[in-house]
């Protein structure tokens, strides 16, 4: 059996959401995603950088419910990739200033990430890897992931001006 093709990646996100308009103001309010389109009422489309889109949002079957109970199974979190420490900081930054919790943070070793929930409860993770040179790695060469607290406040002070 062979490996999948290493330039496979994941394209986009399409979420069932209970409030489109709840939905799309957080992806472009506080993460600062752009609207792409709008599919009528009942869909959203964004991304970031001019791309069709990373984010579907739709309440096709969703509108007014409740995010699935605990103990259930389906997606444990997006996770979206920033190119650099500065931008997850300000990513940070966004979240601090939007009064948005977060469910925690996170060193990897590998990458630096930040959880959080969507409104409609979906996890979040906003994240950027270290350069593959600087992952942990075991003596006989095998890759060594850890979890470790992420000093927040450090992140926030590198967060570029606006």
């Not at 991304?47 to 309440?59: C, D, E, K």
């Not at 103990?71 to 931008?87: E, K, N, Q, S, W």
């Not at 959080?116 to 060594?144: F, H, I, K």
Request: net charge negative.
């Amino acid at each position: 059996m062979t490996s999948i093709d290493p330039r496979v990646r994941v394209g986009h996100v399409h979420l069932k959401v209970a409030d489109l308009d709840r939905s799309t103001a957080f992806y472009r309010d506080v993460l600062g995603f752009d609207v792409m389109q709008h599919f009528g009422r009942q869909a959203a489309f964004l991304s970031a950088g001019g791309y069709h889109h990373h984010i579907g949002l739709n309440t096709w079957e969703s509108e007014g419910g409740s995010p699935p109970p605990p103990g259930t199974t389906g997606l444990y979190h997006v996770a979206f990739l920033y190119p650099d420490r500065a931008a997850l900081a300000d990513a940070l930054r966004r979240l601090v200033d939007a009064g948005h919790p977060l469910d925690g943070a996170a060193d990897h070793g590998v990458s630096e990430a930040i959880y959080l929930r969507d409104p409609d409860g979906n996890g979040v993770e906003l994240y950027r890897d270290r350069p593959e040179a600087e992952w942990p790695r075991t003596p006989s060469g095998e890759l060594a992931m850890t979890t470790a607290p992420l000093d927040l406040r450090k992140l926030l002070a590198e967060a570029p001006p606006r």
